[in-house]
């Protein structure tokens, strides 16, 4: 058990609706972020926050966004869904910015969407 | 740009026998940080190794060590004494030079046989 908690782990929607992913990070990680692994794209970092504040952000589509809330949870909405929007979605946690030996990125179990 | 490469798509290893799965990577920062993870066929990602680029000696996690060979930019995952729960993707990753996220290579699906 890494201590990043997700939820829903499952979940099964059709096109054009809107879902969200939530995130407990890990006690005393400050870091958050969202990756989504499909068959054809791989492993691809979507967004990262930083007790609170938005730090990074690579492949997000604009149909998706992400927040973090004041106690370091955080959620991933992902709105007028497609088909191609299936796929595994990750969220990742560490205490600081930067990794080291001390310091690792730990994920969660993943939320499984499945657009039909 | 960074990437990171895993040039063996899948791998067969016997029960109890070791097996090195090959990570090269690119990059022009002198400080980054190397990383493995699991991949069961659960879905989870589990955390393996860590590799720091300035890190004096090659890391080791239990049954699993990082050949870390810095000129040749390459960071090769050994599992010693294969077991049939290693059956799973492995991934090796590497952190952005921004800060924080990964990058990571394709993967290497590992099938250990009894």
């Known amino acids: 058990d890494s201590g990043v908690t997700q939820t829903p782990k499952h979940l099964i929607t059709a096109t054009g609706q809107r879902v969200t992913l939530r995130c407990s990070p890990r006690s005393g990680d400050l870091s958050v972020y969202w990756y989504q692994q499909s068959l054809d794209q791989g492993l691809q970092f979507l967004i990262q926050y930083y007790n609170g504040e938005e730090r990074a952000k690579g492949n997000i589509l604009e149909r998706f966004s992400a927040q973090q809330f004041p106690d370091l949870h955080s959620e991933l909405n992902l709105s007028s869904l497609e088909l191609g929007d299936s796929a595994l979605y990750f969220c990742a946690s560490s205490v600081e910015l930067w990794a080291d030996s001390g310091n690792t990125i730990y994920f969660g179990e993943g939320s499984w969407l499945t657009v039909v | 740009a960074q990437k990171i490469t895993q040039t063996q798509p899948g791998m067969f290893v016997q029960e109890k026998e070791a097996v090195t799965l090959d990570c090269t990577y690119d990059t022009s920062d002198p400080s980054y940080g190397l990383f493995w993870y699991k991949q069961p066929s659960s879905g989870e990602m589990i955390f393996l190794i860590y590799?720091?680029?300035?890190?004096?000696q090659n890391a080791t996690e239990g049954r699993y060590s990082l050949n870390f060979q810095k000129a040749r930019k390459s960071a090769n995952l050994v599992i010693s004494a294969s077991q049939l729960g290693d059956s799973a993707m492995y991934f090796c990753?590497?952190?952005?030079?921004?800060?924080?996220?990964?990058?990571f290579g394709q993967g290497t699906e590992l099938s250990v046989k009894p």
């Open positions: 590799q720091g680029s300035y890190d004096q």
């Open positions: 990753a590497m952190e952005d030079n921004q800060g924080g996220k990964l990058i």
